[in-house]
């Protein structure tokens, strides 16, 4: 793509722009020189998980960590009802996002639930804590270390209460001989912290805390890049959508130049300027019309495939987009959204894409919405195909590990922006700009 390091030209870029501002006021152009400290929303913190037995501490350990009373603390087995999410930041390691879970020895109908939930949970954090104290390691460990492991996540064991009960080294080597990366024994009362958050920082995932740049490989220093954001009935009162404003911030940091416009002024910006973008990006629900606007040697994507490629599992979903040909009458299509936004009459997960995939296959499909990270209530296998949302209101490993699902059972999965496209016939045009580590793969499905 178009690098341009010379000053001087980006200049003239500069004011041609700011001469834009004033003859068209439809245009926002923003432009930033300096290198800024990346800021995460919250989704993007990591996402630590307390787990163990009822009492053990957990959540006076989370008030520890937060060095503020955050979560009630009682000798009552079971004041933790649901996974709490806590944010703050730890002194010397950053924000994050704290899960509290109710203890995994629950009993009767309602402890069988809070349980459930606590298992849940293990989905959505990229490293866990389980609180033991009593030097026990039985079947409640066994199963939370087994849970765990199968979804990948990294844990530390915390012997807690140590000043009542020392652990023993017997049970100090049991514990390490189940690969856990480090047992600590640890005090509310007078443990040392400042160890466990190191160790907390040794364990967490590098992954769970750096920010890779949403456009860095597509785009570089004093690169033009349009951004088409409707503004229409599902568009949010006075402020832009998250992936909208990731982009903005992501174009800023790699000192380009953004340009944001809607769809109905593209023409003229283009006529007007003669500016050629290094990259255009659209709302993936008006795809066509900035397919038709943006001529052909500009790279045009969207938001959606962006973050699907940032973010989702990029290589399955274009293993799966083109299964949307093999789709037959009665198959079941689940779509998963990552938030929980107002439902709009022509809402993209429930109305437009059902539709859109319905014409475009001229078969009788069944579709299901589930959003946030509600538990999908069919068997994943009663569906033909998976389509996952940018999934901007979520963390990675809780995308990832929601989509594992489906790609384990052999479920075809792919994007929303992906499947847009593709039933619009502009698949090979959206995602070419991510194919340099692709690169085969797509031409044999178009
Ligand atoms: N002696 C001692 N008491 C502790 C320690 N940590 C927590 N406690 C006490 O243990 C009791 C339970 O603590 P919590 O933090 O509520 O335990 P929890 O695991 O969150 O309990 P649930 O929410 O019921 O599952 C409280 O009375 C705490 O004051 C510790 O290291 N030593
Ligand atoms: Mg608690």
């Given at each position: 793509?178009?690098?341009?390091s ?9 004011s041609h ?16 020189f300096c ?10 913190h990591?996402h ?6 009822r009492?053990?501490?957990?959540s006076?350990?989370v ?13 009552t087995?079971?004041?933790t ?10 002194t ?8 509290d879970?109710?203890g ?8 069988k ?10 989905r959505?954090?990229?490293m ?8 026990e390691l ?11 492991e199968?979804?990948?996540t990294p844990?530390i064991?915390v012997?807690?209460k140590s000043d ?6 017997g ?8 690969a ?5 024994s640890?005090s509310?009362l007078?443990?040392?912290t ?5 160790t ?5 995932p590098?992954?769970a805390y750096t920010t ?7 785009i ?9 954001t409707p ?12 992936p ?21 002024e593209?023409?003229t ?10 990259l255009?990006?659209t ?5 066509l ?12 994507t969207?938001?959606?495939i ?7 599992n ?7 987009t ?6 037959k009458?009665g ?5 998963l ?9 022509d ?9 859109w ?10 579709y ?17 195909l998976?389509?996952q ?27 929303y ?7 619009h ?11 340099g ?10």
């Amino acid at each position: 793509m178009n690098k341009k390091s010379d000053r001087f030209f980006i200049a003239i870029q500069l004011s041609h722009c700011y001469r834009l501002i004033c003859n068209h006021c439809n245009v926002i152009v923003l432009y930033y020189f300096c290198l800024f400290t990346r800021t995460m929303g919250r989704e993007r913190h990591p996402h630590i998980g307390i787990f163990g037995r009822r009492n053990n501490g957990k959540s006076s350990i989370v008030n520890q960590l937060a060095a503020q009373d955050i979560a009630i603390v009682s000798d009552t087995a079971g004041t933790t009802t649901d996974p709490v999410k806590k944010s703050f930041e730890i002194t010397g390691f950053g924000p994050v996002v704290l899960i509290d879970t109710a203890g995994i020895d629950d009993v009767g109908e309602l402890g069988k639930k809070r349980v459930d939930k606590t298992l849940q949970a293990i989905r959505l954090v990229d490293m866990a804590i389980l609180v033991t104290t009593n030097n026990e390691l039985d079947t409640f460990e066994h199963n939370l270390i087994a849970a765990f492991e199968k979804q990948d996540t990294p844990y530390i064991i915390v012997h807690n209460k140590s000043d009542l009960c020392t652990l023993q080294e017997g049970v100090l080597k049991a514990y390490s001989a189940t690969a856990a990366h480090a047992v600590l024994s640890f005090s509310t009362l007078n443990g040392d912290t400042e160890h466990l958050i190191q160790t907390i920082k040794q364990t967490i995932p590098e992954s769970a805390y750096t920010t890779p740049s949403l456009l860095g490989d597509l785009i570089g220093y004093g690169d033009i890049v349009l951004l088409i954001t409707p503004i229409d009935i599902e568009a949010p009162e006075g402020r832009l959508i998250l992936p909208q404003v990731q982009a903005i911030r992501d174009i800023l940091d790699n000192d380009a130049i953004c340009v944001v416009l809607k769809e109905k002024e593209v023409d003229t910006f283009l006529k007007k300027t003669a500016i050629k973008p290094a990259l255009a990006i659209t709302d993936s629900q008006i795809f066509l019309k900035a397919d038709a606007s943006i001529p052909k040697d500009i790279p045009l994507t969207s938001f959606s495939i962006i973050l699907a490629h940032f973010k989702g599992n990029f290589a399955s979903y274009i293993d799966g987009t083109p299964k949307i040909d093999t789709l037959k009458n009665g198959d079941r299509v689940l779509l998963l959204e990552s938030c929980t936004h107002h439902v709009s009459c022509d809402d993209i997960g429930r109305v437009k894409i059902p539709r859109w995939l319905s014409n475009y296959c001229g078969k009788e499909l069944h579709y299901d919405v589930v959003s946030g990270l509600d538990k999908v209530g069919r068997s994943i296998t009663d569906y033909a195909l998976v389509i996952q949302c940018g999934g901007c209101m979520i963390t990675r490993k809780q995308l990832h590990n929601r989509l594992n699902i489906a790609i384990d059972a052999g479920v075809p999965v792919t994007n929303y922006g992906m499947a847009i496209a593709y039933v619009h016939g502009i698949y090979h045009r959206a995602v070419a700009p991510f194919m340099g580590n692709h690169g085969s793969d797509v031409v044999d499905y178009l």
